[in-house]
């Protein structure tokens, strides 16, 4: 019973730190492409209301399309 106290412990300390860096990995990953960054940034203002839908879904298309 005692060792099964221990794998639990064990296993739920491998899932957070395997969680932890698959996600530091992402965010890392997603910091160094700018297209990806440009997304982001037009997504935040967009949920923050300073641009409307017409405006956000017309720059998300010129991204894609490349300008």
């Known amino acids: 019973m005692f ?4 794998l639990a412990v064990l296993g739920t300390g491998f899932y957070l730190i395997r969680r932890r860096m698959s996600a530091s990995a992402a965010s890392a990953a997603a910091a160094s492409d700018p297209m990806a960054q440009a997304q982001a940034l037009l997504a935040e203002r967009f949920a923050r209301g300073e641009i409307d839908e017409d405006e956000y879904l017309m720059r998300r298309s010129a991204l894609r399309n490349g300008g």
Do not use: A, R, T
């Open 3 to 6: 060792g099964l106290f221990w």
